[in-house]
């Protein structure tokens, strides 16, 4: 079967990078599943995904999305379970254990980010997708991704001068993009 044949390299090119890219953003636990219905998603549209490095932005952009999906469920999840048992605090059955030494500053600055503008250092940094790449995953032009970039960067360094310096000054809410 043809479809055997593309899918195969597609799979053994790519899960490592997307098993990767869910496990940043949800954890070890619902990881595996996300990374699953990403392939599901490749397998069942495997005739419309564009080959090349422009397969792997396609499925960056599925991961994206998928992921997305995952946050959506926790809070709904979160929220069920708030109600019905009249205690505790959903947002803490979805946080991440906390990270220690020299990273800790970091991972501080970047959480006060906006989610675009983490998501966006992402794909960046940590996944070395190209501009392009990042373009095709968010569904935006090349020349927006530049700009997002060099505002999301401006904004994590001040975010991190904020930390260094102690100032508890708040930043201006930046617009969502």
């Known amino acids: 079967m043809e479809t055997d044949h593309r899918f195969d390299p597609l799979f ?10 869910c496990v940043r953003r949800l954890g070890r636990t619902d990881a595996e599943d996300a ?3 990403v392939f ?8 419309e995904m564009p080959e090349g490095d422009a397969g792997k932005a396609w499925l960056y952009g599925v991961a994206y999305r ?9 809070r709904r999840r979160g929220s069920l379970s708030s109600r019905l048992t009249q205690t505790g605090d959903p947002a ?21 980010l906006s989610a ?14 190209t501009r392009a790449e990042i373009a095709k995953v968010l569904g935006i032009r090349e020349n ?9 960067r401006s904004r994590l360094k001040n975010r991190l001068d904020q930390l260094d310096t102690g100032s508890s000054r708040p ?4 617009a969502s993009a």
């Open 40 to 47: 599901a998603v490749a397998w069942r549209r495997l005739d």
């Open 66 to 74: 998928v992921v997305g999906n995952q946050y959506r469920s926790r």
């Open 171 to 174: 930043e201006p809410k930046e």
């Open 92 to 112: 803490a059955a979805v946080a991440g254990p906390e990270s220690a030494g020299e990273f800790e500053t970091l991972y501080a600055a970047i959480d006060r």
């Open 12 to 21: 053994q090119a790519h899960h490592d990078q997307i098993y990767r890219y």
């Open 35 to 37: 990374t699953a219905e």
């Open 144 to 152: 927006a991704v530049d700009q997002r970039l060099h505002r999301a």
């Open 116 to 129: 675009n503008d983490r998501e966006l250092l992402r794909l960046s940094s940590w996944d070395g997708l």
